[in-house]
């Protein structure tokens, strides 16, 4: 079994969370905003009508185990883990 590393960014996740923004451009917004009121110590504090977006993108371009046979096998994983992890894989 192996992960093939021939081509450019083998892996690619992406994730969003959206509270209150019009991502669809229709004109109103595709959640309702959001409230929150927090108090303590005498203090209070509040957002009215708040708005919250993240998106995240993740890609990664996997290298072969030093072989140059485009392949990433577990045996190359395993021999390669230790304290040159991060020059092995990532450089």
């Known amino acids: 079994m192996f992960l093939a590393t021939g081509g450019a960014?083998?892996?690619q996740v992406s994730?969003?969370?959206n509270v209150g923004y019009d991502l669809d451009d229709d004109g109103t917004a595709d959640t309702l905003p959001f409230n929150l009121t927090l108090s303590g110590f005498g203090r209070e504090f509040a957002i009215v009508d708040g708005r919250a977006l993240i998106d995240l993108d993740f890609t990664a371009d996997l290298l072969d185990g030093g072989n140059a046979d485009?392949?990433?096998t577990m045996t190359e994983v395993i021999s390669?883990?230790?304290p040159a992890v991060l020059t092995e894989f990532f450089l």
């Open 80 to 82: 390669n883990v230790g």
């Open 9 to 11: 960014d083998e892996v």
């Open 70 to 72: 485009q392949k990433l």
């Open 15 to 17: 994730a969003s969370a």
